[in-house]
């Protein structure tokens, strides 16, 4: 009976594989109670996860015990296409980093993704690879998916745009700077040694704009510029200059590998203190001591459809991914944020009620004066009085405090603030991950159901 149910387990899956598009995207596997055990990237999502289920399939050799035990136990996967395979790798360690799978061996710390970092902030910007950037006055690019390949492309922009990449505290007023001795990058002609007032701080500022205009671009005129030079060193036999010259455009063609700074966040990236944020925290709410845990709650949809709620946690101002939770709204269809954050908040704290479970110090609301209100209802609704119930409005950057009639705004560098807002960042992007998670699972369902089969990839496309 028992190899019958697995026959008819592997069937299942193999079925729903085999309508998989076959494009890039990140897979999720799950147990019978819905577990996330597994999560991966695949460049080909049909061809990767089959391989899995195949009857040649020789897991315990290939991927080790820990994956072939793990293989038993799925009997679901769900997945998100992605434009790219870079787009695949940075959402698969997100996911990684926020679900932490039982059976995902790597990417569960807080290791992060490099960026490239212009201090627009100095008279003469500095141009760096960092996995942490400045809280302000730079701009980011990435993140990068390859933290060799970037440092390599810096090299390669370097030669060109002759930029500092030194730590020094380089100012246009520091009369000193004359009488300073430049680096040996500037004697191989790869910096213009703003140390040594050999540039003055316009014609350096021109050279980082130039900069900054390349690494918006597609990069593609002077990948072929390069290429041009390339092949006329290699006509004249100067091989050497040739393999130079492809090894830089190899670099700079890397800078595609990489992921948007805006959609692609890396949280663990932008340290706050949270000693400075929770003292300040207390302050403002007029608690006794200062807040151990908070709980951040925002609601997510598209036109109304699938709508589902977040929690995260952090414990003495740090994410606690253990603490994470996910809802599926079912109260009510359609876009009713109100509706929506009095379910999660009667979900989630209603085993807390009854001693099941330990309220948080803080609880704050994703939104404005409506959604505190609607997460006070649902307390009222359960007879509970609820500890620190906060909401942050993001327009304004307003926060709404319970018992109070007017919201209080903070200074942008307040730790207070920078902290909540910290949560409340937190908590929309763990909302919008499982949202995109149940709208392509609806779309892909649909699809089975109207005999319509996954994408092909078209003829030509790697």
């Known amino acids: 009976m028992a190899d019958a149910n697995g026959d008819k387990r592997l069937a299942t899956l193999r079925e729903k594989i085999g309508l998989f598009p076959k494009q890039p995207g990140v897979y999720l596997m799950r147990d019978a109670r819905g ?34 035990r793990m293989a038993t136990q799925v009997v679901d996967i769900d997945f998100l296409d992605c434009e790219t395979e870079v787009d695949a790798l940075l959402r698969e360690a997100r996911l990684i980093k926020d679900i932490q799978p039982p059976f995902n061996a790597q990417l569960k710390d807080d290791k992060t993704f490099p960026y490239i970092e212009i201090t627009t902030s100095d008279d003469f910007p500095g141009v760096f690879v960092t996995r942490t950037p400045r809280l302000k006055g730079s701009k980011l690019y990435g993140p990068f998916s390859s933290p060799a390949a970037v ?17 020094l505290d380089i100012r246009a007023d520091n009369e000193s700077r004359k009488f300073f001795r430049p680096c040996l990058l500037h004697a191989i002609n790869q910096c213009t040694a703003p140390c040594a007032d050999l540039i003055d701080k316009e014609d350096y500022k021109r050279d980082v704009d130039c900069l900054k205009k390349f ?66 925290l207390a302050d403002l709410l007029e608690l006794e001591h200062r807040p151990r845990s908070i709980e951040g709650i925002d609601i997510a949809n598209l036109m109304g459809e699938e709508t589902v709620g ?66 006070q209802e649902s307390f009222c609704e359960m007879d509970i009085q609820p500890p620190m119930v906060i909401s942050l409005a993001k327009r304004m950057e307003e926060i709404y405090i319970q018992a109070r009639s007017s919201p209080v705004r903070l200074p942008r560098n307040n730790p207070a603030l920078r902290l909540l807002q910290q949560v409340r960042d937190e908590s929309h992007r763990f909302a919008q991950h499982y949202h995109h998670i149940l709208r392509r699972k609806k779309t892909f369902d649909e699809d089975i159901q109207k005999g319509r089969r996954a994408p092909r990839r078209k003829p030509g496309d790697s």
């Not at 990237?41 to 015990?65: E, H, I, W």
């Not at 800078?255 to 300040?280: C, H």
């Open 35 to 68: 577990r996330v055990l597994y999560v991966g990237k695949a460049k080909d999502l049909r061809s990767r996860v089959g391989s899995y289920f195949q009857p040649s399939a020789d897991l315990l050799n290939t991927r080790g015990p820990d994956i072939a």
């Open 151 to 167: 440092r390599d492309a810096v090299n390669a922009m370097q030669r060109v745009f002759k930029f500092r990449t030194c730590e």
């Open 215 to 280: 690494m918006n671009s597609k990069r593609s005129v002077i990948v072929r510029q390069m290429k041009k030079e390339m092949a006329t060193a290699a006509e004249e036999r100067n091989y050497t200059e040739a393999a130079r010259i492809r090894d830089r455009i190899k670099a700079i063609e890397s800078l595609a590998m990489s992921g948007d700074v805006q959609t692609d966040v890396q949280p663990e990236v932008f340290f706050i203190d949270p000693t400075k944020g929770l003292e300040k």
């Open 310 to 375: 977040s929690l995260v946690c952090f414990i003495d101002g740090r994410p606690f991914k253990n603490g994470y939770r996910r809802f599926k709204i079912t109260s009510h269809e359609g876009s009713d944020d109100y509706a929506s954050i009095r379910e999660v908040v009667r979900r989630r704290y209603r085993h807390a009620a009854v001693g099941d479970e330990l309220f948080p110090d803080v609880i704050l609301i994703d939104g404005g004066l409506g959604q505190l209100h609607a997460a």
